[in-house]
């Protein structure tokens, strides 16, 4: 695991900041300043702390690397809409002009896609006038795309035709295996261009980052189909409630909404396979005990279990395997089970996933998305590059883009985290336990 920052070179422009705060000392930070990655030790200090594997801490530098007057900047957003982006973009713009003096910001229309002169999308000049209200709103100012990296020396062509000087970028995994390649080439041309990534994954799956923005959102958004859930399978005769939610490859969001609302008796998760005809037995036990139940299934649960028999994959713009729909599948299975056990069951099947991605973000996400940005324009400021603003032990860092994708963050079903769904929904330990309530 490698954690060194790159940066363009030595800072040389005292930063603007330095007559903006009350107290500077005390907000200034120092490349020598880390937050440990391995932070747990026992009482006897075991194992040793690991100050060779820590974080560059975020935050702004007395010395900067680009003269605030000349520099021209840019945003883009990229992948599946999230609650939050808008607040991103809002707060780059608002940091960059009025705390940094940055008066050139363009915002990329379309993701990577703008950036590709063939396609015809204009850029839109950002600034405080018409970022002011955006966070109200959800979704993107600037809209969105999947793809669009398929030849990278063209978008780092427009960039230089452009001017641009810092690229922050707004995404998930691709997003930032795209800003890495693009921060790669103009590296390989000699270009003075500092790649910021902002990590916007709303399964909350990034590694070395503790949270990416809209995931709170899409847990406070996800409790209300699942009390409609409830409600409807406690009103029906034998009710049984089917929600999916978003999670392709981790389980994150369904495992907070279970914990945020306890109606849920089943919360299914990619990271533990399922045995369909297991927990088609043991749904029926809790049906037939209690009279209703009520499901909570990420996206990405029972793929293996849908297969056609063909090697055929079909795959999205950013080379995603397009999943097929896990809750529709569960819908026809469980009606068919208790159809052939001559028990009347009433089940309603919500989606509520475009509604959750479109929300614009609530108070805490605000908060965090409003840092983000903040930090973003530091790390770009000083002329850091190939990095992305993480945050790890409640603390914000310079997390190197190879590292943020060298691996997917999952839940650790070993974790107290998801014992605390077990316990909360009474549901086994694995497929071939018993139910406990």
């Not at 469980?334 to 509520?352: Q, S, T």
């Amino acid at each position: 695991m490698e954690f060194g920052i790159k940066s363009l070179g030595e800072p040389k422009y005292d930063s603007p900041l330095l007559t903006k705060f009350l107290s500077p000392k005390t907000v200034f930070i120092s490349d020598e300043q880390k937050v440990l990655y391995e932070a747990e030790f026992d009482s006897a200090g075991y194992p040793a702390m690991d100050f060779d594997h820590s974080f560059e801490l975020a935050g702004p530098r007395d010395k900067i690397y680009f003269d605030p007057s000349k520099v021209n900047s840019a945003v883009v957003t990229c992948g599946g809409l999230c609650p939050g982006l808008n607040n991103v973009i809002r707060s780059i713009v608002m940091q960059s002009h009025y705390r940094y003096g940055v008066k050139s910001i363009l915002g990329i229309r379309y993701g990577y896609n703008g950036l590709n002169l063939e396609k015809g999308y204009e850029p839109m000049k950002l600034t405080p006038q018409n970022v002011r209200n955006i966070h109200e709103m959800g979704g993107t100012v600037l809209g969105s795309s999947r793809g669009g990296t398929e030849d990278i020396g063209k978008l780092v062509d427009t960039l230089v035709k452009w001017k641009i000087d810092i690229l922050y970028t707004i995404g998930g995994d691709g997003t930032l295996r795209g800003a890495n390649a693009i921060a790669e080439e103009a590296a390989k041309r000699g270009l003075e261009l500092a790649v910021v990534g902002v990590p916007k994954t709303i399964d909350n799956d990034i590694s070395y980052i503790d949270r990416s923005f809209g995931f709170q959102t899409a847990v406070a958004e996800a409790v209300h189909p699942i009390y409609a859930a409830h409600a409807e399978a406690e009103g029906a005769i034998n009710g049984i409630g089917l929600v999916k939610l978003m999670g392709r490859h981790s389980g994150f969001i369904s495992a907070s909404t279970t914990l945020a609302n306890n109606d849920v008796n089943f919360c299914l998760i990619p990271e533990i396979p399922l045995k369909l005809e297991v927990f088609l037995e043991l749904l029926e036990e809790r049906v037939t005990r209690r009279s209703h139940a009520v499901i909570c299934v990420a996206e990405g649960v029972g793929q293996n279990l849908m297969n056609d028999g063909t090697d055929q994959v079909e795959r999205d713009a950013s080379n995603n395997v397009v999943f097929k729909d896990i809750g529709l599948f569960l819908k026809k299975k469980i009606n068919e089970h208790f159809e052939k056990k001559g028990i009347e069951v009433n089940l309603k099947y919500i989606d509520p996933s475009y509604m959750i991605r479109s929300a614009p973000a609530c108070p805490m996400d605000a908060i965090f998305c409003a840092q983000l940005g903040q930090y973003a324009v530091h790390a770009g400021m000083a002329g850091k590059t190939e990095l992305v603003i993480g945050r790890w032990n409640n603390m914000f860092t310079h997390v190197p883009i190879d590292l943020a994708i060298s691996k997917r963050k999952f839940v650790d079903v070993n974790s107290l985290y998801w014992n605390n769904v077990i316990e909360a929904t009474g549901q086994p330990v694995s497929w071939d336990s018993e139910i406990t309530r």
